[in-house]
């Protein structure tokens, strides 16, 4: 047999396989270990030769069979028309796959009531649903977690766009130099109109809504002249509720108004519509849109206004009919004012600033400030026909530095030219290159000039207080912040800073007490609250404080808990926004609003007779105690209240010699509010030196 020889051959040609690769074969599977050939019916006609009580039986090597798919009636499980019954799916319970509770499985075959069910979930005891086998104490130490704050804004924030005279921070309203009497009114034009004089109101230009249509709206106002209201377009007015904002924008700069509405469930699909700004749905998982300082409770609508320096709610007020708006338009020399009837009117709450006001003496400013002048320098290259500058226009427009220091900026990347053509010009270093507009616009922002104007306003008011610079110098251990005082912790770059730190969850601020700006318990004091003491509610005595805190130490042997006290730091926070919500958008004046106004109007009648017993008493001059003019009733209450600050006194008495070498009492009145300040606050130091050396 030829063949056999062969195949004999090629066995012995062929080397054994090693064991790792007889492994990886298919020789092992069980369709080739059962001998499933032998039971195949090869001719109809012999008939089945297996037994009839054939069972298939399932063992290591046999795995479980599928005898729906072996009968083919798997199709019948398949819901192919919704309106036809279906049948159950069986479950095997010998299938090895098949991982399911027995419990489970008995509902599904003797479905129980609603009431008998047992529950995979169970409720914590704050009301949160977990799963049933964990019986940890997890939800103990949640307060203290740092959740993340998510914002989901349905219809898409807008872009905040300037107009141009902003972007390119045209000087008439961005001042390289702001003078004293700017800073002292920064923000509050004055308008005197002096007695019998004829005085002629211009009648507005009219503008066409199809034009402004077809205008893109960053082309709107292109120059300075656009920059106004005296034609026909739309406007709103917003008054600020603080004295002070720490932080104000500029003419020209943008802000949007949204309209914030939580959900009040899943289903709820309602959307506010206002007359002013864009709504934003909030789910009942987006965070506060107050950094946490406030919020918006199911089923509220809150109006915000929104730019990139600062965020506050407003609330429309009714518009009274004797309201106007002046207009007052100064073009070379001549004078023309204008009038307009405001539509609609807004009170702006409490601001949250979004960034830190820098210090006097922080280096952002230094930078910013030559970031000005070197923005300056480039456009007057750019307008140069041979990308020149000379030297006097600059010094024209930062009159504050002197040739030092402006020549030593200019060095960093220009250079002199002492010989040529370009004698006595300034030209760009050779690796120095001219960018374009969009390039000298991303050196400084008009935020930035805000800030730095922010600045320079609050140490212009501590001057004006009789704090010098070194008082208000920055510490190097910002604990010792709690002894500085109130006018210094009030200060914009505080106040900021310790709002954005607080907002981060790095620390807390007093909530109520001095630096409240409301004065009533309506706004929130943004001094800074030391993290190692127990925060307290307001009113609370500090007896009862005391008594918490030994309470606290005997039995759990610490002063207090975290957690307590995120809980009364977060209910003071609730408060006092509820405070705030029916405060401002109140739209008539209560029977409250009038007694305090009453109490005071008596607190500055008393405060007058004390006065003058005073001067009596001290044997001076009746000086009256505000001018004239103040008494008359077209003056405003904020007038009253500056003109009484500015006629309060300190009579110092000292014990003298006189010209007969006599020793007697001389008395000494100071009207300066500076050197009252300054006096005072030296005085009391010298007093509690006093005080630490006897003790």
């Known amino acids: 047999m030829v063949v056999e020889e062969e195949e004999e051959e090629e066995k012995k040609e062929k080397p054994l396989l090693p064991f790792v690769e007889t492994i990886a074969t298919n020789e092992f599977d069980p369709v080739v270990l059962e001998e499933w050939e032998d039971k195949i019916v090869w001719d109809v006609a012999q008939g089945d030769k297996r037994s009839n009580d054939f069972i298939p039986t399932f063992n290591k090597t046999t795995m479980f069979r599928n005898t729906h798919l072996e009968l083919d009636d798997w199709m019948d499980a398949i819901v192919w028309d919704a309106e036809k019954e279906y049948q159950p799916v069986n479950f095997h319970m010998d299938d090895p796959k098949l991982v399911i509770l027995q419990d489970e499985v008995d509902d599904i075959v003797n479905p129980k009531p609603e009431s008998m069910r047992v529950s995979m979930y169970k409720?914590?005891?704050?009301?949160?649903?977990?799963?049933?086998?964990?019986?940890?104490?997890?939800?103990?130490?949640?307060i203290v977690k740092t959740k993340i704050s998510r914002m989901r804004h349905a219809f898409g924030p807008a872009t905040l766009v300037h107009s141009l005279p902003a972007t390119m921070l045209h000087t008439q309203y961005f001042k390289p130099l702001l003078h004293v009497r700017e800073l002292r009114s920064h923000h509050r034009p004055s308008v005197k109109f002096p007695l019998k004089e004829w005085y002629t109101f211009s009648r507005v230009k009219q503008i066409k809504k199809k034009k402004l249509k077809e205008i893109d709206p960053a082309e709107l106002m292109k120059s300075p002249k656009d920059v106004s209201l005296k034609d026909t377009a739309k406007?709103?007015?917003?008054?600020?509720?603080?004295?002070?904002?720490p932080i104000m924008q500029n003419t020209g700069m943008a802000s949007l108004i949204y309209n914030?509405?939580?959900?009040?469930?899943?289903?709820?699909?309602?959307?506010?519509?206002?007359?002013?700004?864009?709504?934003?749905?909030?789910?009942?998982?987006?965070?506060?849109?107050?950094f946490g300082y406030g919020d918006v409770k199911p089923g509220q609508t809150i109006q915000v206004i929104?730019?990139?320096?600062?965020?506050?709610?407003?609330?429309?007020?009714?518009?009274?009919?004797?309201?106007?708006?002046?207009?007052r338009q100064t073009y070379r020399g001549e004078t023309k004012y204008y009038l307009r009837d405001i539509p609609n009117t807004y009170i702006v709450g409490q601001t949250y600033p979004v960034q830190e006001v820098p210090r006097p003496q922080a280096r952002k400013i230094t930078q910013s400030l030559k970031n000005r002048l070197q923005v300056v320098a480039f456009r007057l290259m750019r307008d140069d026909t041979y990308k020149r500058l000379r030297y006097d226009k600059l010094r024209k427009m930062f009159p504050m530095f002197n040739d030092m220091q402006i020549r030593q900026k200019l060095k960093e990347f220009a250079q002199y030219l002492k010989k040529g053509e370009n004698t006595g010009w300034w030209k760009l270093k050779p690796n120095v290159q001219l960018p374009d507009e969009e390039g000298i616009r991303k050196i400084i922002t008009p935020e930035q000039v805000c800030l730095i104007q922010s600045t320079l306003v609050g140490q212009q008011r501590l001057k004006d207080a009789g704090y010098a610079a070194e008082d208000y110098k920055e510490n190097e251990n910002e604990e010792d912040e709690s002894h500085l005082d109130i006018e210094v912790q009030l200060a914009p770059w505080t106040t900021t800073r310790n709002f954005v730190t607080a907002a981060s969850g790095k620390g807390m601020c007093r909530l109520f007490g001095p630096g409240d700006p409301t004065g009533c318990g309506e706004g929130f004091s943004f001094i800074r609250a030391s993290m190692k003491e127990m925060f307290f509610r307001y009113g609370e005595s500090e007896e009862k404080q005391k008594q918490f805190i030994e309470e606290k130490t005997k039995a759990t042997y610490h002063k207090y808990s975290i957690a307590e006290q995120q809980v009364v730091y977060k209910s003071e926070v609730e408060r006092i926004w509820n405070n705030q919500l029916r405060g401002l958008s109140a739209k008539t004046v209560d029977e409250k609003d009038r007694e305090l106004d009453s109490a005071r109007h008596e607190k500055q009648r008393r405060e007058k007779e004390e006065e003058k017993d005073r001067q009596r008493n001290m044997g001076g001059s009746l000086a009256p105690y505000s001018p004239p003019n103040v008494q008359n009733d077209t003056y405003s209450d904020d007038e009253q209240e500056n003109y009484t600050q500015k006629n309060k006194m300190l009579v110092i008495t000292r014990l003298q010699k006189n010209s007969n070498g006599e020793m007697e009492w001389?008395?000494?009145?100071?009207?300066?509010?500076?050197?009252?300040?300054?006096y005072t606050r030296y005085r009391k130091l010298i007093e509690q030196a006093a005080e630490e050396y006897l003790n």
């Open 123 to 142: 409720k914590r005891p704050d009301g949160k649903v977990i799963d049933r086998f964990n019986i940890s104490d997890d939800w103990l130490y949640e």
């Open 235 to 245: 406007f709103c007015l917003v008054e600020y509720s603080e004295e002070y904002p």
């Open 260 to 290: 914030y509405y939580r959900k009040k469930d899943e289903k709820d699909s309602f959307v506010p519509k206002l007359a002013n700004g864009g709504p934003i749905i909030l789910e009942s998982v987006d965070a506060s849109p107050f």
């Open 306 to 327: 929104f730019n990139n320096l600062f965020r506050a709610p407003i609330f429309e007020q009714n518009k009274s009919q004797t309201d106007f708006l002046l207009i």
């Open 666 to 678: 001389v008395s000494e009145v100071i009207y300066d509010m500076r050197v009252i300040n300054a």
